[in-house]
Each structure stands twice: as structure tokens, then as C-alpha cells.
């Protein structure tokens, strides 16, 4: 008996002495993390794996990373604005071909070199030479250059061949110094963040330029950690994040209150891609007949507690004048309306296809779902496939071989080219098949015309045509949570894929 | 007086109140398993949704009863295929022996060292996903470790006396392995079909807990369970409820395996 109450007591001792050592070691840890030297911790996805070179990096994960390191003559802003940055001042001739950039005076690389019309040159040739991958697409773009002259070290002249009203957006390139050898490994740009280290797969480490031309950062040290999107909760929990971007609804909801939950969108069209070879999607009032039967509104109440826009052609909010809102309101939810149109089609009884969602975004499987829930009360059955993302690409991307996909689209730059290219009947990656000769001919008007108003009126018919004919069965614009920090404020949603750590600052 | 088989006694019950689950929820839900209702997120339990109701507002009680027969279904399938495909191959190679058996039994061998999710895993992403395919790719995974319990059972009864004497009356090979022998074998194959049928359903579980086996929005025991991580903390009935019937299904027919292995 006395045996074993000292057993107790002994056992007791070692867990207190257990106790105190672990309580030791939190308490050294959380002393490091509320020191404000040691700066802001923001997890990342996925590792930096393709190039920090910024002429070869593809991610939109790497390039979100990279926006804070490199600039290029012009910067695009939050509101989706293109900014003179490297270029103090541009101006474009009456003909629109000649584009000539004046270089900011005292623009310093982060190695302290002043920024010369020949770096600016030097970039944009590596950009135009497709031999060098053309990782960010933009050599096509550059074959339209003419000619690129250097008059002084402080001017840069740029002469097109055809007169091109998304040049200006291109010159968002990075500029970066002809002297760095080593631009993959030691990368050097004007950004307001200089690069420090990066550990494979564990962290990227950036701290603040001190010479940095525009508004200076307010953070000193950056650290882009990573952290998978399944744990992202337990570290920002945890504490050895202090910021996340894209997380879910879900998991915002999950967040304690050490936590601020930024709103915006995911500048992406969710839709459900209809390919137009499937023979119930080549007729009209089918598709009618399915914009008809879901109820958007419906589907952001079950999936993201109503946040979300809803939209009702291929473009969304994020591109202001080219956005049309009330387009949304084109097929209303009209269950009769739906059965008489798939009677009319030659389906009284409905019909069955299936939906290929690619099965690592859960937003776009719940979407799914809620949608083969609504198709139902028309008699329509939608049948979920899941497919992994790499046989989404092939098979629904490439091959064209599905009959629907819920997805959402993205738009590659600040144009509206980049969103309306791909449904013309000629593009490469149309995939859904389709084809309109109205649509076409709104879209070729909108890319030959020279004025700004025109071309926007174009742009704005292509949405319509697309809206009306029923070519998607348009839903949302997704909405996307930030989690910060409380202890962190200023953060700020930008039209494009890239987090701005620069806008950041600590709350006092 | 013989002790009594309280093994077999609880798992014969748990498994018949599971069974009776299955059958009613084949018949009858309460509501529809996949009819969503935005007033009713994540509902708690009333006298409408005796359980609860999930992130789509679908009633979880009804969810489980359908879930429960999917599971089944795939995992009886499953069991199905193995169990007849094993029989066979094993009946075969452990009755005649010689070159057939060598090589049958080597691809058997080669089968059986990939793991049964890894199997299957190649086996839906060569052709697709879905509750039917995905019977049949655990089944073919399954077939392995049946055909080898059949086969050396068909080894150790072939030289046995009922063996030679029915030979001695005339009887053709295919009535003494299936008429004389088989019988013999069934209580060993019994209770490993019982516990084959254990594993597959852990696997349907698994498989749909990665997306590949039932489809949404259909339910399935692992498919819920799936669904249910995102609202661990927020909603934790959701995973525990489709838990709790994975491991009483499991349980159940353990028990019953092990309850035979006695009696016999």
C-alpha cells in the first residue's frame, strides 16, 4: 500500500517537472513570436518550385510570391489600374505604335545599381525570346515589337509593328539588372522587398529595401512559409503563421479570434463548361433550359454562407468598365419555363449527363452538388464524376472529352482579352467548342479597335451574346477569405493572383 | 453445460440491427438522403432529423441509412468477387497441382504484394471511379488471399479417405471438389470471408474518403466521413455519427468470425 502511494507521488512530480520543461519551452517560443523584429509569417500553398528568375516562373503561386521583389515600368494597383512605376512618365503617339517611357530618376536595384534603359532592354528581349521558354506567354506578344531603342540612358522607346491596345498591360514585365548572372538563384529587382534566402520546401525570407523608390514597406522581414492548405487552420492556430490567403469558408469559421477575416473575391468565373460537340448542348434551349433551372443565389447560401457575387457571363467584378451586372439577371430561376423549354428541345422527361469536377476543389465539388440538386426539379440528372486535376487537363482541357465540368476560369492580365479569347470558334483553348459567328465577329471588332470606348461596347456584346446564347451556365464569382493576424492590418485584395506584403503594417 | 459463445451471441446481434438498418434505408429514409434545405445548416437533433443535419442541410440520419447500404453493397460485392474467383482458382490449382498451379499461383503472388487501395487506386484511375468500378477493382484485390485459403484447404482434404473412396466410386473431378471438398472447406472460408468482408469495408471507406469511390452526391460511410473533416470542430457529429457505424459494422462481423472459430 505505502509502495504504491509512493509510485503516486513520484509519478506526479515527473509530470509537474514534464509540465513546467514544455511550459519553458512555449513560453521562450511565443517571447520570439511577439517580438516585433522578428517580422510577419505567411504561408503559402506551395514551395517556389518552378524559378525565382520572374521571366521564367509560371505558378501564379510563385508569381504572388515574386510581386513583392520585382517590378516592371508600369505597376498594376488594387484597383486594378496600371501605374507609372519604373517609368516616371510614358507617352504613347497619335498613331499608336511609338511607345515612349522615361525611367524614374533614382530607382536603385536591391544590389544598390541605378536602373538603366539597358536593363529595361535587356528584359524585355529575354521576355520576346521564345528560346527562353516564354514562361509568362508574352513572347507573341512581343513579336510585335518593330523596334526597341535606347536614345539615353534614362529613355526607352518602343516602336510596334501593328498598333496593339493591351501593349501598355505587358510592360508590367519585371525589370531586371543585365549585370545578374544568376537570376535563378540571386534574384535582384527594384520591389520594395529584397530577397534574403529560400529553404526548399520550408520557407522563403525577404526584408524590406531600404532605398525602394516609392511608398517604403512598413513590415521589416517577410517570411513565406509553407504550409499546405489541409493544415493552414492548425498553423495559423498555432501561431507560426500569421497570414493565409484563399482559405474556405469552412475554415475561416474555424478560426479563433486571434484572427481578422478579409473578404474578397476570387476573380475567377465559376461556371458549369458545357462542351458544345455534346449533343444535348448543341441545342440552344437546352442550355436555356439549365441556366433556367439552378438558382445561384441558392448555391452561395449552401456553400459559403451567401458570400460570393454572382455573375452571368465571362467576366466579373474586378474589370470595373468592361463588368456588366445586370447580365446576372438573364435566366432567372424559372423551373416551368426550364421543362417547356427541354420539351420543346425534345426532352419531356429530362436527361441525364455527367459532370467532371476535378476532385482537389472541394468549392467546385460543392458547387457541383447543390447544382445536381436543382437540375433534378427539372427532371435533369447531373451525375458528379470526380477526376484528379492532372486528368482534368488532359482529358477535359485538352481532349475535350466531357459533356460538362464546374470549374472556375481566371483571367491572365488586366484585359478583357484574356477572358473573351478563348470563345472564339478559332481559339486553341476554347474547350468548350464554341462556336457563334455573332460572337466572333463582336469579338474581332472589340481586339482590331484602336479606340478605348469602341472596344469596350465590343467587349461588352461578346459578354452578352455569351450571356444570352446560354454558352455557360454561369454562377459566381467565388468569395476568397485572407486570415490576418489582428496584430496585422492594410491588407488589400488586388484584380490579379499576388498577395502585396508591402501594403501591410503592424498594429500598434 | 457448454459455456455460452457470447462472441457469437453479440456479433450475430449487432450484426442483424445493422442489417435491418441497411435493409430499411434501401426502402425507406425519412427523408431524401440528398435533398438540401439552406434553413436546416447544420441543424441540430430534433424530432424531424432525429441526427442532425449536415453543411447542405441534408438530414444525417437518412444519409447514414443510405450511406450504410452503399457501403454494404460495395463491400458485399466486393466479397463476392474475391470469394468466387477465389474459390475457383484455388479449387483448381490446389486439386490438379503441376504447371497450372505454379504459374496461377505466381501471379497470385504478384497480385497479392501490391497493397489492395494500391490495386485499386490503378485500377480507377485506368478506368474511372464510381460504386460499380470500384467493386470490382477491390474485388480483384481481394481475390488473392481468398484463392490461397482455398487452395491449401483443397491441398490438405485432396488425399483425405472421403476423397479416395468417392474417386473409387467413379465420381468426376469436378463433383469431388465441389460437391465432396468444398463443403469441408467452409468453415475455415467462412470466417475469412467474414473478416474479408471487415477489410472491404474499411476499404470502400477509404476509397471514398479519397473521392474515388462512391460519387457525390451520394452517400457512402467513407464518403461522409470525407465531407465531414472540414466541420470537425464546428459540427463533430457529422464525422462521428458515420464513424460510429463504420466500427459496429466492423465490430459486429468480427465478432461473429471469431464466435465461429469457436464453435467449431
Same mark, same amino acid.
Given at each position: 500500500?505505502?509502495?504504491?502511494?509512493?509510485?503516486?507521488?513520484?509519478?506526479?512530480?515527473?509530470?509537474?517537472?514534464?509540465?513546467?520543461?514544455?511550459?519553458?519551452c512555449?513560453?521562450?517560443?511565443?517571447?520570439?513570436?511577439?517580438?516585433?523584429?522578428?517580422?510577419?509569417?505567411?504561408?503559402?500553398p506551395?514551395?517556389?518550385?518552378?524559378?525565382?528568375?520572374?521571366?521564367?516562373?509560371?505558378?501564379?503561386?510563385?508569381?504572388?510570391?515574386?510581386?513583392?521583389?520585382?517590378?516592371?515600368?508600369?505597376?498594376?494597383?488594387?484597383?486594378?489600374?496600371?501605374?507609372?512605376?519604373?517609368?516616371?512618365?510614358?507617352?504613347?503617339?497619335?498613331?499608336?505604335?511609338?511607345?515612349?517611357?522615361?525611367?524614374?530618376?533614382?530607382?536603385?536595384?536591391?544590389?544598390?545599381?541605378?536602373?538603366?534603359?539597358?536593363?529595361?532592354?535587356?528584359?524585355?528581349?529575354?521576355?520576346?525570346?521564345?528560346?527562353?521558354?516564354?514562361?509568362?506567354?508574352?513572347?507573341a506578344?512581343?513579336?510585335?515589337?518593330k523596334?526597341?531603342?535606347?536614345?539615353?540612358?534614362?529613355?526607352?522607346?518602343?516602336?510596334?509593328?501593328?498598333?496593339?491596345?493591351?501593349?501598355?498591360?505587358?510592360?508590367?514585365?519585371?525589370v531586371?539588372?543585365?549585370? !545578374?548572372?544568376?537570376?535563378?538563384?540571386?534574384?535582384?529587382?527594384?520591389?520594395?522587398?529584397?530577397?534574403?534566402?529560400?529553404?526548399?520546401?520550408?520557407?522563403?525570407?525577404?526584408?524590406?529595401? $531600404?532605398?525602394?523608390?516609392? $511608398?517604403?514597406?512598413?513590415?521589416?522581414?517577410?517570411?513565406?512559409?509553407?504550409?499546405?492548405?489541409?493544415?493552414?487552420?492548425?498553423?495559423?492556430?498555432?501561431?507560426?503563421?500569421?497570414?493565409?490567403?484563399?482559405?474556405?469558408?469552412?475554415?475561416?469559421?474555424?478560426?479563433?479570434?486571434?484572427?481578422?477575416? $478579409?473578404?474578397?473575391?476570387?476573380?475567377?468565373?465559376?461556371?458549369?463548361?458545357?462542351?458544345?460537340?455534346?449533343?444535348?448542348?448543341?441545342?440552344?434551349?437546352?442550355?436555356?433550359?439549365l441556366?433556367?433551372?439552378? @438558382?445561384?443565389?441558392?448555391?452561395?447560401?449552401?456553400?459559403?454562407?451567401?458570400?460570393?457575387?454572382?455573375?452571368?457571363?465571362?467576366?466579373?467584378?474586378?474589370?470595373?468598365?468592361?463588368?456588366?451586372?445586370?447580365?446576372? @439577371?438573364?435566366?432567372?430561376?424559372?423551373?416551368?419555363r426550364?421543362?417547356?423549354?427541354?420539351?420543346?428541345?425534345?426532352?419531356?422527361?429530362?436527361?441525364?449527363?455527367?459532370?467532371?469536377?476535378?476532385?482537389?476543389?472541394?468549392?467546385?465539388?460543392?458547387?457541383?452538388?447543390?447544382?445536381?440538386?436543382?437540375?433534378? $426539379?427539372?427532371?435533369?440528372?447531373?451525375?458528379?464524376?470526380?477526376?484528379?486535376?492532372d486528368?482534368?487537363?488532359?482529358?477535359?482541357?485538352?481532349?475535350? !472529352?466531357?459533356?460538362?465540368?464546374v470549374?472556375?476560369?481566371?483571367?491572365?492580365?488586366?484585359?478583357?482579352?484574356a477572358?473573351?479569347?478563348?470563345?472564339?470558334?478559332?481559339?486553341?483553348? !476554347?474547350?468548350? !467548342?464554341?462556336?457563334?459567328?455573332?460572337?466572333?465577329?463582336?469579338?474581332?471588332?472589340?481586339?482590331?479597335?484602336?479606340?478605348?470606348?469602341?472596344?469596350?461596347?465590343?467587349?461588352?456584346?461578346?459578354?452578352?451574346?455569351?450571356?444570352?446564347d446560354?454558352?455557360?451556365?454561369?454562377?459566381?464569382?467565388?468569395?476568397?477569405?485572407?486570415?490576418?493576424?489582428?496584430?496585422?492590418?492594410g491588407?488589400?485584395?488586388?484584380?490579379?493572383y499576388?498577395?502585396?506584403?508591402?501594403?501591410?503594417?503592424?498594429?500598434? | 453445460?457448454?459455456?455460452?459463445?457470447?462472441?457469437?451471441?453479440?456479433?450475430?446481434?449487432?450484426?442483424?440491427?445493422?442489417?435491418?438498418?441497411?435493409?430499411?434505408?434501401?426502402?425507406? =429514409?425519412?427523408?431524401?438522403?440528398?435533398?438540401?434545405?439552406?434553413?436546416?445548416?447544420?441543424?441540430?437533433?430534433?424530432?424531424?432529423?432525429?441526427?442532425g443535419?449536415?453543411?447542405?442541410?441534408?438530414?444525417?440520419?437518412?444519409?447514414?441509412?443510405? &450511406?450504410?447500404?452503399?457501403?454494404?453493397?460495395?463491400?458485399?460485392?466486393?466479397?463476392?468477387?474475391? =470469394?468466387?474467383?477465389?474459390?475457383?482458382?484455388?479449387?483448381?490449382?490446389?486439386?490438379?497441382?503441376?504447371?497450372?498451379d505454379?504459374?496461377?499461383?505466381?501471379?497470385?503472388?504478384?497480385?497479392?504484394?501490391?497493397?489492395?487501395? /494500391?490495386?485499386?487506386?490503378?485500377? +480507377?484511375?485506368?478506368? &474511372?471511379?464510381g460504386?460499380?468500378?470500384?467493386?470490382?477493382?477491390?474485388?480483384?484485390?481481394?481475390?488473392?488471399?481468398?484463392?490461397?485459403?482455398?487452395?491449401?484447404?483443397?491441398?490438405?482434404?485432396?488425399?483425405?479417405?472421403?476423397?479416395?473412396?468417392?474417386?473409387?466410386?467413379?465420381?468426376?473431378?469436378?463433383?469431388?471438389?465441389?460437391?465432396?471438398?468444398?463443403?469441408n472447406?467452409?468453415?475455415?472460408?467462412?470466417?475469412?470471408? /467474414?473478416?474479408?468482408?471487415?477489410?472491404a +469495408?474499411?476499404?470502400?471507406?477509404?476509397?471514398?474518403?479519397?473521392g474515388?469511390?462512391?460519387?457525390?452526391?451520394?452517400?457512402?460511410?467513407?464518403?461522409?466521413?470525407?465531407?465531414?473533416?472540414?466541420?470537425?470542430?464546428?459540427?463533430?457529429?457529422?464525422?462521428?455519427l458515420?464513424?460510429?457505424?463504420?466500427?459496429?459494422?466492423?465490430?459486429?462481423?468480427?465478432?461473429?468470425?471469431? &464466435?465461429?472459430?469457436?464453435?467449431?
Amino acid at each position: 500500500m505505502k509502495q504504491k502511494m509512493l509510485k503516486n507521488i513520484l509519478s506526479v512530480v515527473v509530470l509537474a517537472a514534464l509540465t513546467i520543461a514544455l511550459g519553458g519551452c512555449a513560453g521562450g517560443k511565443a517571447g520570439d513570436g511577439s517580438s516585433l523584429d522578428s517580422g510577419i509569417v505567411i504561408g503559402i500553398p506551395q514551395d517556389i518550385e518552378d524559378s525565382l528568375d520572374p521571366h521564367e516562373a509560371v505558378a501564379a503561386g510563385t508569381k504572388e510570391v515574386l510581386f513583392n521583389m520585382y517590378e516592371g515600368l508600369l505597376k498594376p494597383d488594387s484597383e486594378g489600374n496600371l501605374n507609372p512605376a519604373l517609368a516616371g512618365e510614358y507617352s504613347i503617339s497619335e498613331d499608336g505604335k511609338t511607345y515612349t517611357f522615361k525611367l524614374r530618376e533614382g530607382v536603385l536595384f536591391h544590389d544598390g545599381t541605378a536602373v538603366t534603359a539597358g536593363d529595361v532592354k535587356y528584359s524585355i528581349e529575354k521576355c520576346a525570346d521564345a528560346g527562353n521558354g516564354d514562361a509568362l506567354n508574352l513572347a507573341a506578344a512581343f513579336s510585335n515589337i518593330k523596334e526597341l531603342n535606347t536614345p539615353d540612358d534614362k529613355t526607352v522607346e518602343i516602336v510596334l509593328k501593328e498598333k496593339d491596345t493591351d501593349f501598355l498591360s505587358y510592360m508590367t514585365v519585371a525589370v531586371i539588372p543585365e549585370a !545578374n548572372k544568376e537570376p535563378r538563384t540571386d534574384p535582384i529587382g527594384t520591389g520594395p522587398y529584397k530577397f534574403v534566402s529560400r529553404s526548399p520546401q520550408e520557407s522563403i525570407v525577404m526584408e524590406k529595401f $531600404e532605398q525602394y523608390w516609392g $511608398e517604403p514597406a512598413h513590415i521589416q522581414n517577410v517570411t513565406f512559409k509553407i504550409s499546405p492548405v489541409d493544415t493552414a487552420v492548425m498553423d495559423l492556430e498555432g501561431g507560426s503563421i500569421d497570414m493565409y490567403a484563399r482559405i474556405s469558408s469552412a475554415q475561416a469559421a474555424q478560426l479563433g479570434d486571434n484572427f481578422n477575416i $478579409e473578404e474578397g473575391t476570387m476573380n475567377l468565373v465559376q461556371a458549369m463548361y458545357l462542351n458544345h460537340d455534346c449533343e444535348y448542348f448543341r441545342d440552344k434551349r437546352v442550355r436555356q433550359a439549365l441556366c433556367y433551372g439552378i @438558382d445561384e443565389q441558392g448555391i452561395l447560401d449552401l456553400t459559403s454562407e451567401g458570400k460570393g457575387t454572382v455573375i452571368g457571363s465571362s467576366m466579373f467584378p474586378a474589370f470595373g468598365k468592361y463588368y456588366m451586372d445586370e447580365l446576372k @439577371d438573364t435566366y432567372p430561376r424559372d423551373v416551368e419555363r426550364a421543362k417547356e423549354l427541354l420539351a420543346e428541345a425534345g426532352y419531356p422527361d429530362g436527361f441525364s449527363f455527367t459532370v467532371k469536377v476535378p476532385s482537389n476543389y472541394q468549392p467546385h465539388i460543392d458547387t457541383a452538388q447543390v447544382l445536381a440538386e436543382q437540375l433534378k $426539379e427539372i427532371g435533369v440528372t447531373a451525375d458528379i464524376e470526380l477526376i484528379e486535376w492532372d486528368s482534368w487537363l488532359s482529358d477535359v482541357y485538352t481532349d475535350r !472529352n466531357y459533356e460538362a465540368t464546374v470549374v472556375g476560369v481566371d483571367a491572365a492580365s488586366l484585359t478583357a482579352r484574356a477572358l473573351l479569347e478563348r470563345f472564339d470558334s478559332e481559339a486553341g483553348n !476554347n474547350f468548350i !467548342n464554341y462556336k457563334n459567328a455573332e460572337y466572333d465577329a463582336a469579338f474581332e471588332s472589340a481586339v482590331n479597335t484602336t479606340d478605348d470606348g469602341e472596344q469596350t461596347k465590343f467587349y461588352k456584346e461578346c459578354e452578352k451574346i455569351l450571356a444570352e446564347d446560354a454558352a455557360n451556365v454561369y454562377i459566381q464569382d467565388m468569395a476568397s477569405f485572407v486570415a490576418l493576424n489582428k496584430r496585422y492590418a492594410g491588407y488589400e485584395f488586388y484584380p490579379l493572383y499576388v498577395q502585396d506584403v508591402a501594403k501591410l503594417y503592424i498594429l500598434e | 453445460m457448454k459455456k455460452k459463445n457470447w462472441n457469437l451471441l453479440i456479433g450475430g446481434l449487432l450484426s442483424g440491427i445493422m442489417l435491418l438498418f441497411i435493409v430499411v434505408g434501401f426502402f425507406y =429514409t425519412p427523408c431524401s438522403p440528398e435533398a438540401m434545405d439552406n434553413a436546416a445548416k447544420f441543424a441540430g437533433v430534433s424530432a424531424k432529423h432525429l441526427m442532425g443535419c449536415d453543411h447542405f442541410g441534408r438530414d444525417i440520419f437518412s444519409r447514414i441509412l443510405k &450511406g450504410c447500404g452503399n457501403t454494404f453493397i460495395v463491400a458485399f460485392g466486393t466479397v463476392l468477387i474475391g =470469394t468466387l474467383c477465389g474459390i475457383f482458382l484455388g479449387a483448381f490449382t490446389g486439386y490438379y497441382g503441376g504447371v497450372l498451379d505454379e504459374i496461377l499461383m505466381r501471379v497470385n503472388d504478384a497480385v497479392f504484394a501490391f497493397p489492395s487501395i /494500391l490495386l485499386a487506386l490503378v485500377f +480507377v484511375s485506368l478506368f &474511372g471511379g464510381g460504386k460499380y468500378n470500384i467493386i470490382l477493382a477491390l474485388g480483384i484485390a481481394f481475390v488473392p488471399s481468398f484463392a490461397r485459403i482455398v487452395r491449401s484447404e483443397f491441398i490438405r482434404c485432396k488425399n483425405m479417405d472421403y476423397v479416395k473412396s468417392a474417386r473409387l466410386m467413379g465420381a468426376g473431378d469436378l463433383r469431388i471438389m465441389f460437391v465432396h471438398i468444398l463443403p469441408n472447406v467452409m468453415p475455415v472460408l467462412v470466417s475469412s470471408v /467474414l473478416i474479408g468482408f471487415n477489410n472491404a +469495408v474499411l476499404a470502400e471507406a477509404g476509397m471514398s474518403y479519397l473521392g474515388i469511390g462512391v460519387q457525390p452526391p451520394e452517400a457512402s460511410l467513407g464518403r461522409m466521413l470525407s465531407e465531414a473533416q472540414s466541420y470537425l470542430f464546428s459540427k463533430p457529429s457529422m464525422a462521428f455519427l458515420p464513424g460510429l457505424m463504420i466500427v459496429l459494422l466492423v465490430l459486429g462481423f468480427s465478432l461473429m468470425s471469431e &464466435g465461429l472459430k469457436r464453435e467449431r
